[in-house]
């Protein structure tokens, strides 16, 4: 039986696709404001591409290791792509584009994108292997429930309330601060930390389980998908009043209004793909298929543009000058032109390699 859904190929090529448009703009003080993350609380449509992301993950898990038999063969695929996806995230934040090549370790920051992905993957392959859909849906409310308990109601070590701001006195901030000191994004706190990649983990788990709804149901799938998706939206706006929306810390209500978002997107598209076999964003499956690895190549060669110096500028100054603030006068269009010119440098490279029949795998 071939199990291959179309959309969901395309959706995780458009959030690779998504990913890189707001990762790469010209200049990060010229941004269209839906192209920046939220400042706290709340979301963007930019906060919703990374969660996107983990979502296609738990669904693709639902397929790859549906009827998986969990054994020490099976535990050891799992392990050591996790391992390798961690193991990516980690050279990104160390490598340097010149001598030494290293970053001074004791300042380098260890959680990241690709880190988060590997963290997630591995617990919820390992758990989806085990558990039927309707333990998969306990541990997944176990795990908002109890992150909504932890964060708003367990005092600190010092007896102080906790709170959701962005503060000390933050449970997420305070764990990634004590046990993590200078190895964070910021000083305060780290958008992929310790302690909120327990609630992200629970994004997957709810790919995985739409996931299952796209594998075993058959009649008004559709309908169905797109009403699942809308009755978590609504659960998430109202878990809002209590637990605000917030991707820095993943708070619950953020995780059921991405999933929510994540599984009406994902209805649309199967009704028009998979259902109607229309074909629309067939680029984006193409970038879809070697997803990892582009995202990859496009955060290192970003990286290493910022870092190689020309003249008195860098490699990414120089392009941006030369080809865009100097024709575009607007400088958030010019920015955002920049970006796009990025895009579509990865969407030719996922043609390219999907047309060769190229698949890295990681």
Request: a positive charge.
């Amino acid at each position: 039986m071939n199990t291959r859904v179309q959309s969901i190929d395309v959706l995780r090529g458009f959030t690779i696709v998504a990913m890189i448009l707001v990762n790469t703009p010209g200049t990060w003080s010229s941004v269209y404001p839906p192209l920046l993350h939220a400042q706290w609380h709340g979301y963007t449509p930019t906060d919703l591409i990374f969660p996107f992301f983990l979502f296609i993950v738990g669904a693709s898990i639902a397929f790859a290791y549906n009827n998986k038999i969990p054994n020490s063969t099976t535990y050891k695929k799992i392990g050591i792509r996790s391992l390798k996806l961690i193991g990516l995230g980690l050279f990104l934040s160390l490598f340097l584009p010149h001598f030494p090549f290293i970053k001074d370790v004791s300042t380098a920051r260890f959680p990241g994108v690709l880190q988060r992905i590997g963290i997630v993957f591995f617990f919820t392959a390992i758990i989806s292997v085990n558990f039927n859909w309707k333990i998969l849906l306990s541990i997944t409310i176990a795990i908002l429930l109890g992150y909504w308990i932890l964060l708003g109601f367990i005092p600190l070590p010092d007896g102080t309330l906790p709170t959701f701001d962005r503060a000390p006195n933050n449970w997420a901030n305070y764990i990634d601060v004590t046990l993590l000191k200078n190895h964070t994004w910021k000083t305060d706190y780290d958008p992929e930390g310790l302690l909120s990649t327990l609630p992200s983990i629970a994004t997957a788990l709810l790919g995985v389980l739409i996931g299952k709804v796209v594998l075993y149901q058959n009649y008004m799938k559709t309908l169905i998908l797109f009403s699942l998706g809308m009755l978590m939206i609504g659960f998430g706006y109202l878990w809002n009043n209590w637990f605000p929306f917030n991707k820095a810390i993943w708070s619950s209500s953020f995780v059921l209004v991405t999933a929510g978002w994540a599984t009406a997107f994902l209805s649309v598209l199967y009704y028009i793909i998979d259902v109607k076999k229309k074909s629309i964003g067939t680029i984006f499956k193409y970038v879809g298929s070697n997803a990892i690895v582009i995202y990859f190549a496009s955060s290192f060669i970003s990286k290493t543009f910022y870092l190689i110096s020309v003249g008195e500028t860098t490699i990414h100054g120089w392009l941006y000058g030369s080809f865009f603030t100097s024709i575009i006068s607007d400088a958030k269009l010019a920015s955002l032109c920049y970006a796009l010119a990025v895009v579509s440098f990865y969407l030719i490279i996922g043609y390219v390699l999907y047309k060769k029949r190229i698949y890295i795998k990681v």
